[in-house]
T-cell receptor, first 112, second 112 residues
C-alpha cells in the first residue's frame, strides 16, 4: 500500500529564516506530487505541482519554491520566511492527472 | 478558472439526523468530483469520488453524493449521522488542468 510522509509535523521559525519541508511517498512510482496550503475557512490552495523529477509548476507567485530531486520526494523551501507564510502545509500525490489525490498529515508552520 | 462553492460554513446536528451538504462548481466542461473529510486531528481523507457513470455515488461510512450536471452540483448526503461524523468536509473539483480546486469547507458538529 502507498503511504505519504511529511516532516516536520510542526515548526516555529523566525522571520527571515530559511525553510525546508519534506514530503516522501512510498509504494508507488512516478506519482504526481502537490503542495497545498490550508487556511481556516478558505479550503486548500494549490501552491506547486510536479509530474516528474525536476518538473515543477507554480500556481501562486510568492515567497516559496519547490523541488523534486527524486521520484518520490517533494520539497517546499523558502530562503527568507515572511509572517504571511504561517499556515498548514499539505503534500499530496496522485496516480494520474485527474485522479483522486491522497494527502499527508501536514506541517503546521508558525513564523514569528 | 473554476470555483467551488460550499453553501454552509458550519452545520450543527443531533445524532440520527440527516445530513446534506451543498456543493456547486463553475466549469462547463468535463469534471471529476470529490468529497474529502478531515476528522479532528487527522489528515484529509477521500470520502467519495465521481468520474463518470451512475451520478449517485456511494462512499465510505454511509455517505453518498449525487452529481447533477444541469445544476453543476455534487451534494453530499448521509441519512443518519453519528457523533463520529463530526469533521470538516471539503468538496473538490478537477478539470483539464491537473488542479484540484477546493471549496472553503463545511464544519459539521454532531451532538450526542
Amino acid at each position: 500500500s502507498q503511504t505519504i510522509h511529511q516532516w516536520p509535523a510542526t515548526l516555529v521559525q523566525p522571520v527571515g529564516s530559511p525553510l525546508s519541508l519534506e514530503c516522501t511517498v512510498e509504494g508507488t512510482s512516478n506519482p504526481n506530487l502537490y503542495w497545498y496550503r490550508q487556511a481556516a475557512g478558505r479550503g486548500l490552495q494549490l501552491l506547486f505541482y510536479s509530474v516528474g523529477i525536476g518538473q515543477i509548476s507554480s500556481e501562486v507567485p510568492q515567497n516559496l519554491s519547490a523541488s523534486r530531486p527524486q521520484d518520490r520526494q517533494f520539497i517546499l523551501s523558502s530562503k527568507k520566511l515572511l509572517l504571511s507564510d504561517s499556515g498548514f502545509y499539505l503534500c499530496a500525490w496522485s496516480r494520474t492527472d485527474r485522479g483522486e489525490q491522497y494527502f499527508g498529515p501536514g506541517t503546521r508552520l508558525t513564523v514569528t | 478558472a473554476q470555483s467551488v462553492s460550499q453553501h454552509n460554513h458550519h452545520v450543527i446536528l443531533s445524532e440520527a439526523a440527516s445530513l446534506e451538504l451543498g456543493c456547486n462548481y463553475s466549469y462547463g466542461g468535463t469534471v471529476n468530483l470529490f468529497w474529502y473529510v478531515q476528522y479532528p486531528g487527522q489528515h484529509l481523507q477521500l470520502l467519495l469520488k465521481y468520474f463518470s457513470g451512475d451520478p449517485l455515488v456511494k462512499g465510505i461510512k454511509g455517505f453518498e453524493a449525487e452529481f447533477i450536471k444541469s445544476k453543476f452540483s455534487f451534494n453530499l448526503r448521509k441519512p443518519s449521522v453519528q457523533w463520529s461524523d463530526t469533521a470538516e468536509y471539503f468538496c473538490a473539483v478537477i478539470t483539464n488542468d491537473y488542479k484540484l480546486s477546493f471549496g472553503a469547507g463545511t464544519t459539521v458538529t454532531v451532538r450526542a
